[in-house]
C-alpha cells in the first residue's frame, strides 16, 4: 500500500490522498484549495500525479476544498468513477455549479475592468465543465458498502455536513481509514459521528487540531448580538456557507422567534440561490438529520428569499441608508471570499452601527479570517473598505469536532492503528494534534509533507 499527499498535507484546504494497492490507484477526495494565495495556486497545476492513471475517486462530502477540483482533474484526462453519497452527489451539483458560475463571473470582471495580470484571465473550470463532471458520478449503496475490484470500500456517516463519511479501505489483508471531516457530537443538525471499521493505517483532520470549541450556548450568544445590534438601529450580517451552515442558522433563528426572543417583525433575508437550493435539499434528505422533520419544513418560512442579482445589489443599497429597517441578511460565502455577500460587506462595513458576525471556520488567508482578526481595511473589488462595523466570530457553530472531539474518534475505533498521519490542519493544528495523539494515546503518528509517498 502507497499514499501519496496531494493535498491537506501542509494545510487546511486542497484535500487529495492518493492510495494505491499495486495496480490500482484511488483517490480520497478531491479539493481545491482556498485562502492564502499561494495555496490558491495550486489549483492551476497539475494533480501531482497521472489523472488517467487514477481508477476512482472517493469522496468523503460535497464541501469545495474536498470536491472542488472535480473538474479540473476531468480535464486532465480522468475517466473513472466518483463515488460518494447520494446527498454528497446533490450537493456537489449545487457546489460545484455555483463555484463555475462565480469563477465565469470573476474572470469576466477581470476582463472588463483590466485587472488581471495575465492576458486573459480564465476560470479553473466552466459551467459545461462541471455538467460533465456530474455524468461520472455513482451514489454509494446505502449500507455504504463497495467493492471494487480487489478493494472494499466503507464510507461510515460522519456529522459535519448532510451526506458526509469517514472512507475505509481494504485489500488483501491492509487497510486505511480516511477520517474526511469529523462532525460535532452536539453539531444543531446533524446525528454524531459514527464509528467506523478498525484499520491500520489512519487519516485524521485537525482543523480545530489545537482548540476547543467554547462552552457557550450559540443561540444564546446570536440573540445577545441581535438585540444589541437591532437596539442601536443596525442590521446584521451572517456571512454563511451556503450548504451546511446556512440551514443550522435558519434553524436557530426560528428558534428565537418561536421563543419570543426575536421580534416577528424583524426581517430576515436569505441572499443565496445556493443556499436556497441547499436548504431544499436538506429537506429531501431530512432522514439524515436529528432535527424533527417540522423544523426543518419550517427552515425558511417567513423569511424573503433573494434570487436576483439586482436584488441583492438594491437590498445591500437600501440597509446602508440611516433610517433603513434593521434587518437579518444570512449570505454566502462564508469566509468572503466572494459571492453576494461582499455586497453587504461593502456598503455595512463602514457603519458603526452594523454587525458582521462570522459563524463558523476561517480559513487562514481568507477575508473572514482577515477582519475576525480585527482589520480594520479590507480590499473588495479592487479598492479598500473601511471596517468599523462590529466584527464578531461565532464558533460554536462550526461543523467541525474540535481536539476533544477527534481524540474522542480514535479512541472509539475497534482497535488501535499501526499508524496515524495527522492532515487537513494548518501547521499549529496539525502538529498539537500530532503531540496529543503521540503523548496521550501513544500511537506513532506524524504529519505529512505536501507531494510526499509513503510505502506501508
Known amino acids: 500500500m502507497k499514499i501519496t499527499f496531494l493535498g491537506a498535507a501542509d494545510s487546511v484546504t486542497g484535500s487529495k490522498h492518493l492510495v494505491q494497492f499495486g495496480e490500482q490507484r484511488l483517490l480520497l477526495d478531491c479539493g481545491m484549495f482556498q485562502g492564502f494565495k499561494a495555496l490558491r495556486e495550486r489549483n492551476w497545476l497539475p494533480l501531482g500525479a497521472p489523472a488517467t492513471q487514477l481508477d476512482a475517486v472517493l469522496l468523503s462530502h460535497a464541501h469545495l476544498d474536498h470536491s472542488g477540483y472535480l473538474p479540473a482533474l476531468k480535464r486532465q484526462g480522468f475517466k473513472g468513477p466518483i463515488y460518494g453519497t447520494a446527498a454528497t452527489r446533490d450537493l456537489c451539483e449545487v457546489l460545484l455549479t455555483d463555484g463555475a458560475h462565480l469563477q465565469e463571473e470573476d474572470a469576466r470582471r477581470a476582463n472588463r475592468d483590466k485587472t488581471s495580470r495575465h492576458e486573459k484571465a480564465l476560470p479553473l473550470y466552466t459551467v459545461r465543465e462541471v455538467e460533465a463532471t456530474m455524468k461520472a458520478f455513482r451514489a454509494v449503496p446505502r449500507d455504504g458498502k463497495l467493492q471494487l475490484g480487489s478493494t472494499a470500500v466503507r464510507f461510515t456517516p460522519g456529522g459535519h455536513l448532510l451526506g458526509a463519511s469517514s472512507i475505509h479501505v481494504s485489500n488483501a489483508g491492509r487497510s486505511l481509514l480516511f477520517s474526511g471531516d469529523i462532525g460535532r457530537v452536539n453539531d444543531l443538525l446533524l446525528p454524531t459521528p459514527q464509528v467506523p471499521p478498525a484499520a491500520d493505517v489512519v487519516l485524521i483532520e485537525s482543523t480545530y487540531g489545537n482548540r476547543l470549541h467554547p462552552p457557550e450556548d450559540v443561540q444564546a450568544r446570536l440573540a445577545q448580538i441581535l438585540r444589541s445590534t437591532l437596539k442601536r438601529g443596525g442590521?446584521?450580517?451572517?456571512?454563511?456557507?451556503?450548504?451546511?451552515?446556512?440551514?443550522?442558522?435558519?434553524?436557530v433563528l426560528q428558534r428565537l422567534r418561536n421563543a419570543g426572543e426575536l421580534p416577528l417583525d424583524v426581517p430576515i433575508w436569505l441572499d443565496s440561490p445556493m443556499a436556497q437550493q441547499a436548504t431544499e435539499l436538506t429537506l429531501r434528505h431530512a432522514k439524515l438529520l436529528r432535527v424533527p422533520l417540522r423544523e426543518v419544513q419550517g427552515l425558511t418560512d417567513r423569511v424573503h428569499l433573494v434570487t436576483k442579482q439586482a436584488q441583492s445589489l438594491k437590498l445591500a443599497a437600501q440597509l446602508a441608508q440611516p433610517r433603513a429597517r434593521p434587518s437579518i441578511v444570512i449570505s454566502a460565502s462564508g469566509m468572503a471570499t466572494g459571492g453576494r455577500v461582499l455586497n453587504y460587506i461593502e456598503?455595512?462595513?463602514?457603519?458603526?452601527?452594523?454587525?458582521?458576525?462570522?459563524?463558523?471556520?476561517?480559513?487562514?488567508g481568507s477575508r473572514g479570517a482577515r477582519m475576525v482578526a480585527g482589520e480594520r481595511e479590507i480590499k473588495l473589488h479592487g479598492r479598500f473598505v473601511p471596517v468599523a462595523a462590529e466584527v464578531t466570530h461565532l464558533d460554536g457553530f462550526s461543523g467541525h469536532a474540535d481536539a476533544e472531539g477527534l481524540l474522542q474518534w480514535l479512541r472509539a475505533l475497534p482497535r488501535p492503528p499501526e499508524q496515524v498521519f495527522v492532515v487537513h490542519g494548518e501547521p499549529a493544528a496539525a502538529d498539537a494534534l500530532r503531540s496529543r495523539i503521540q503523548d496521550e494515546l501513544g500511537l506513532r503518528v506524524r504529519v505529512p509533507q505536501h507531494g510526499e509517498t509513503v510505502t506501508l
Open 347 to 364: 456598503t455595512l462595513a463602514p457603519q458603526s452601527r452594523h454587525a458582521i458576525v462570522f459563524p463558523g471556520f476561517q480559513v487562514g
Open 235 to 251: 442590521s446584521v450580517l451572517l456571512p454563511s456557507f451556503a450548504v451546511g451552515r446556512a440551514q443550522a442558522l435558519l434553524l
